[in-house]
């Protein structure tokens, strides 16, 4: 029975390790995604920006992940704006 726990360990380990490498895989595959996604759709910030207090500049391009979060805040302001709160 010792054995049979003991080869049911390393195997659960393996599973587990690998379960971790792929994971590691995914995350970097959408990182990637994400990015370029975001390259394709050639989004700017508005020239309000500095008003609504984002950390991007006027027309500079969204390129990335943390930029398309700064830019959320953007169109939620305009949209709180369009609908009157």
């Known amino acids: 029975m010792s054995k049979l726990f003991r080869w049911g ?8 390790i690998a379960f971790g490498a792929g994971s590691v895989v995914a995350g970097g595959l959408g990182f990637v995604e994400v990015r370029d996604a975001i390259a394709r759709e050639h989004i700017t910030a508005t020239p309000d920006a ?3 207090g984002v ?7 969204i ?4 930029e398309a ?3 959320s805040e953007i169109i939620r302001t305009h949209a709180l704006e369009a609908t009157g709160g």
């Open 50 to 52: 500095a008003e609504i």
């Open 69 to 71: 979060k700064e830019f």
């Open 63 to 66: 390129t990335t992940g943390a």
């Open 9 to 16: 360990g390393y195997f659960a380990s393996a599973v587990l």
């Open 55 to 61: 950390d991007l500049e006027p027309g500079e391009a």
